[in-house]
Structure formats: C-alpha cells, structure tokens
C-alpha cells in the first residue's frame, strides 16, 4: 500500500509533465507544488526511483513509470471524484473542495470511488473542469485553447480552469464565470494586457494571466 508521501509525490509529477507534454519534471518544480525543500524532493525521488515508480537523473529531471503513471491516476480519480461528490451532493463551493479532496483521497478505497462514480452517472470532468480518469486508467481530454488566445469576436464556452486556488476560483464567481459559462471577446488589448469578455450581455475585463488560466472551446 504506497504512502500518503508516495502518492502526493506521484500525482504531483504526473501533473507537472503532463502540463508540459510530457517533459520530465524538474526538482523545483516538485518542491514548488508540494512545498518542501528540493532536498527533500531529490531524496524523495531517490526512493521512487528505487521502488520502480519513476525514473530520475540529476540535473534531468523525473518521469514516472508505467507503474507511477497508474499509481498517479488512480490518486487523481480519487480526488476528482471526491470533489465532484462534494460539490454535488453537500453543495459545497468549487473553491472548497480542493482542501478536502487532499485529505479524502488517501482514505478512501478504489471500491468505494468505483461506487461514487457509478452514482454520479460516471461523469468525465470534475468540478474544475479537469478529465476524470476512468476505472481502466484511461484518460481522455477535451481539445481546448485558452481565452487569452482567442480573438476579438469568438464565441467560446469555459471548460476548465487551470488555477485552482481559492481565491481565484472565487474571483471567477464574482465575476460570473462559472464552469460552462458561454460568452464572446469583445476586446483584446495586447498592449494593456487585457481581454474583455461579454457573458449574458455584461462585459468583464480580465488581466492576461487571468485569461491565460481559463481554457475554453469554440461555442
């Protein structure tokens, strides 16, 4: 039964190359998502390497093995699926399921989220937009760009949202851009470093790191 340590050090690899397509995951990185020291991280790797969940050199980075990147996949259905179960059935907020998902996921067992997600109608992303793993390991994405690409006149509809922090997550509530929220560019000022939207007729200024984190498709 891999640890808690092992777990969290697996989905946070899987993570970082699977945003950077397929590139190793350098030291800093993974002490930057877990925040620890890089030391830490270096050791940490070292056991991995040794129990056959990833591969690493120094200086090179990290991958995961086959056996890592399944390891990682079921952490991450875990914790999908918790969120979505929290947000559909206690009505939580999605800027307050992340915390507990992080918690829930070590405890629970691939019997019962098997069970959660037969319950939830076996649905494919989370509440953030994020694709859930399937039972068998599969994984599958929907082609998306971000709304700091699109152009002055694209319809798009949200589909995932890449920062999920708390507070930007309740930001985008306050802005009235929920998960699924339709609207068109009316405005894209590279100069300023700002995309306008209109959503139900209300226009919103976003900063272009904001609209960088906010991946869309054409509507």
């Known amino acids: 039964m891999p640890s808690l340590t092992v777990e969290n050090y697996v989905k946070a690899i899987f993570q970082i190359c699977y945003a950077q397509a ?21 050791s940490m790797l070292k056991t991995l390497s040794e129990g056959g969940l990833a591969t690493y050199a120094p200086y090179e980075g990290v991958r995961l093995t086959t056996a890592g990147n399944a390891l990682a996949l079921r952490v991450l259905r875990r914790h999908r ?18 915390e507990e998902a992080e918690h829930m ?49 694209d319809s798009f509809r949200l589909v995932r949202v890449v920062d999920q922090s708390p507070e930007f997550l309740r930001y985008l509530t306050e802005a009235g851009l929920p998960l699924g929220a339709q609207g068109k560019v009316v405005a894209s000022r590279a100069e300023a470093g700002t995309v306008t939207i209109a959503i139900a007729g209300q226009e919103t200024t976003l900063g272009r790191p904001a609209a960088e984190k906010l991946l869309v498709t054409e509507n």
């Open 22 to 42: 397929g590139k190793p995951a350098a030291t800093g990185q993974v002490a930057a998502a877990l925040n620890v020291s890089p030391g830490t991280v270096t």
């Open 105 to 153: 996921e070590h405890a629970v067992s691939d019997r019962l989220i098997d069970r959660i997600d037969a319950f939830l109608a076996f649905p494919q992303v989370d509440p953030h937009g994020d694709p859930i793993p399937r039972a068998d390991g599969s994984l599958e994405t929907e082609e998306s760009r971000s709304l700091a690409e699109c152009q002055v006149g």
């Open 81 to 98: 699926l918790i969120e979505l179960f929290l947000v559909k059935t206690l009505a939580l907020n999605w800027d307050e399921v992340h």
